[in-house]
């Protein structure tokens, strides 16, 4: 277990000093005094969580969009079932790809949030980015036209949504036409729909959002890059509220091919709701998924003095890179291993009650994680070189709870992480983790509790969400349940 030490400054707060040690005395000549000199301890001491409301990140909003629908509490609702969104592509003609399927969204409907004319324009990646970051504004009590959303101070309101393909069919559709009928036939929206900050600049022009507004794209890892980057505007005093999240929708032709010409997706076509097997032996590839995912995060102080309800606490996050492979893990784990302990470093929680060489405590179960959505994309390296980083980390497994949300959903590529956290925080509201569907033939190397197949209740103390992209870009998130 890595020994964590208390730095100067972490890069967003300075931290409580170590106690001090107290040195042999020394003789003063002028007063015959004897003093006693204090010298800092080069000691370990536990890590300390934010209690400046100022810095304090707390969530008020989530919304979504998703192959189970719009609404969160019904998306969450479908996963505590373990039914499986996965189908047979009807978007377009899948019958010679040697994937046929994915969790297509059906029916999606954005009246009421994008007008009728701009909404037949738009790519569906900006069309789930607009619908969901409106609905989490309206969860937290900032419906467009309200009154409350006219009191936000807009200079210090931001946005922060990215993705990792970007508007993909604008872009598909734009070659297309440049191919078989020349440059004059390409829309006027082919740069603008295409390029991954839009979604970001479309819905501030739509709320009014001053502030921070940009985009990340770090493939799979998208969403909580923008969660930890977005947060940390807010601690620095940059921002008051800002939102954040992931939007992506790559189900279609080029998006299907490139993925398999990766060889990386499930081609269980027979039986497409069983493809996505997390830690299960027999699993082939992951199966990709499409939606949006945004939480509303503001200080705890701007969101008493609003006096909305909170509905949990962002702890602390940490992002770093493997170097190692463009699409491969590490099969050591160092790199997520590290950003784990990074993370819970910069969320004031110890992996463990008392860790080897730290200054010993009172037990405080609910400062310890005890609940973890994996990354868990169904691939054969990537499951268990999680695990195996996840094992660095928290030597007990005993505990914890450990699921996969993309058994159900796919994998949302750079929305992933939004709808994840989503997850996440309903497990902190509910009490009931989801389970990890299609479960058959566990991994013998999996020894934590993977709540195969059926929900568990459970009260979680302290959750992280893990995300990671091509690229060897690693993420991970802490969330836990509001205490003042």
Known sequence: MQTLRVPTMDGLRLQPPAPPLVA?????????????????????????????????????????????????????????EGVSGIGLIDRFDASKFPTRFAGQIRGFSSEGYIDGKNDRRLDDCLRYCLVSGKKALESAGLAIGSEALGKIDKVRAGVLVGTGMGG?????????????????????????????????????????????????????ATSNYCFYAAANHIRRGEADIMLAGGTEAAIIPIGIGGFVACRALSQRNDDPQTASRPWDKDRDGFVMGEGA?????????????????????????????????????????????????????????????????????????????????????????????????????FKNPSGIKINATKSMIGHCLGASGGLEAIATVKAITTGWVHPSINQFNPEPSVEFDTVANTKQQHEVNVAISNSFGFGGHNSVVAFAPFKP
């Open 168 to 220: 993909l069919t604008v872009f598909s559709d734009g070659v297309q036409a440049l191919i078989e009928k020349g440059h004059r036939k390409i829309t006027p929206f082919f740069i603008p729909y295409s390029i991954t900050n839009m979604g970001s600049a479309l819905l501030a022009m739509d709320i009014g959002f001053m502030g921070a507004n940009y985009s990340i794209s770090t493939a799979c």
């Open 293 to 393: 995912g945004i939480l509303v995060m503001e200080s705890l102080e701007h969101a008493m003095k609003r006096d909305v309800p909170i509905i949990a606490e962002y702890l602390g996050g940490a992002v770093n890179c493997d170097a190692y492979h463009m699409t491969d893990p590490r099969a050591d784990g160092f790199g997520v291993s590290s950003c784990i302990k990074k993370s819970l470093e910069d969320a004031g929680v110890a992996p463990e009650e008392n860790p080897p060489g730290i200054i010993s405590l009172p037990k405080k179960p609910c400062m310890q994680v005890n609940y973890i959505n994996a990354h868990a994309t169904s691939t054969l390296a990537g499951d268990l070189a999680e695990i195996n980083a996840i094992n660095q980390v």
């Open 24 to 80: 042999p005395a020394t003789f003063c000549r002028r007063c015959s005094v004897r003093r006693l000199r204090p010298v800092r301890a080069s000691v370990a001491v536990a890590p300390r969580r934010e209690t400046d409301p100022k810095k304090r990140v707390v969530i008020t909003g989530m919304g979504l969009v998703s192959v189970f629908g719009n609404n969160v509490d019904e998306y969450y609702e479908k996963l505590l």
